[in-house]
């Protein structure tokens, strides 16, 4: 198989090295390796060309925007600029973060998995997490999830388990740094892409949709948690901050999922009652947040789809909200 790896970068000066070294190391080399920098002023395009020169072994495109673009539209730039292969069906694409570390066998072992079971489309491993210095951090698994508690749903470790669309309306299950995917899902992307949807949630729903999205309950890569990250873990919208961008920001993300699938894949969402189930009570929930709307939220927080999106502390301070002048 041909493998692309695609990173995008912005000010990773910090932990861009550490990361390409992992990267370097790995047991199946990739074949290129494709990286988009969002205008970064911190000396990243300067490491990277370093690196290129320094490793003449291994196959660079380095991509510089002259504006900043964001980080969904960087992801999207270096996934257009990579090579196309004759044969679709044997490139595989791996996304990657500037600052997380790769243990030796991940591309070996992921492209293995993908050679062995074909109807695996997109295909995301587990993760340790680390600090900022590398020193690894405990996460705490609640009973009932996985992946460090991105997955709502309890998985065997080292099992290879399907993901159904339904299971990515309220949350997605992994981070796109866990991703690989085949060319069809990354055609799929670029056509459908959209701003409004984190890429990651784009890609692992297109690949649900088709029955082709797998989760492997192994860790193939160190995860770097740090004051420049992007994104972390799962955050905790549970109780304190009142702010109704924050109090709703979970179920716009949801929404706004659920509103790029309808467009994308009409005839499966309209056959999905969850979904559709999913986005009315998403659509009357935010309607009531943003109108303060007490009396609606007091029928809403009875209703089994809220569980799904936040806990029962977090309902309850959200009903808190809609009392505040």
């Not at 660079?60 to 292969?85: D, H, S, V």
Request: net charge neutral; proline share 3%; charged share 25%.
């Amino acid at each position: 198989m041909f493998i692309s790896v695609v990173m995008a970068t912005y000010n990773g000066a910090g932990y861009i090295r550490e990361q390409l070294d992992s990267i370097a190391r790995q047991k199946r080399l990739p074949d290129e390796i494709v990286i988009s920098d969002d205008a970064s002023a911190d000396g990243t395009w300067d490491i990277l060309e370093e690196y290129r020169k320094d490793h003449p072994g291994l196959s660079f495109i380095l991509l510089r925007n002259e504006q900043n673009m964001g980080y969904r539209r960087n992801f999207l730039r270096a996934l257009q600029e990579c090579t196309e292969q004759p044969d679709e069906s044997s490139h595989l694409y791996f996304l990657c973060d500037q600052d997380d570390v790769w243990l030796p066998e991940k591309l070996e072992v992921m492209e293995r998995i993908f050679g062995e079971r074909g109807e695996i489309q997109v295909l995301a491993s587990s993760f340790t997490v680390i600090d900022g210095q590398g020193v690894q951090i405990g996460v705490k698994q609640e009973k009932g999830w996985s992946n460090r508690h991105l997955y709502h749903r309890e998985v065997a470790e080292n099992a290879i388990v399907k993901v159904r669309p339904e299971e990515l309306i309220y949350h997605n299950f992994a981070q796109g740094c866990a991703m690989a995917f085949r060319s069809q899902i990354r055609k799929q992307f670029i056509r459908n892409f959209t701003e409004e949807v984190p890429h990651d949630w784009q890609i692992a729903m297109s690949g649900a949709v088709a029955s082709g999205t797998f989760f492997y309950n192994k860790p193939l890569f160190r995860y770097r948690i740090h004051g420049g990250n992007v994104h972390g873990l799962k955050a905790d919208a549970s109780a304190g901050k009142s702010a109704l961008s924050y109090r709703t920001t979970e179920a716009r993300n949801a929404f706004a999922v659920m509103e790029w699938t309808s467009h994308t894949f009409p005839s499966y969402f309209e056959n999905s009652t969850e979904m559709r189930t999913a986005a009315e009570f998403l659509k009357e929930l935010l309607r009531s947040m943003t109108g303060h709307d007490c009396r609606s939220m007091m029928r809403l927080i009875k209703n089994p789809e809220y569980r799904k999106l936040k806990s029962r502390r977090a309902r309850a301070a959200d009903l808190f909200f809609t009392l505040l002048p």
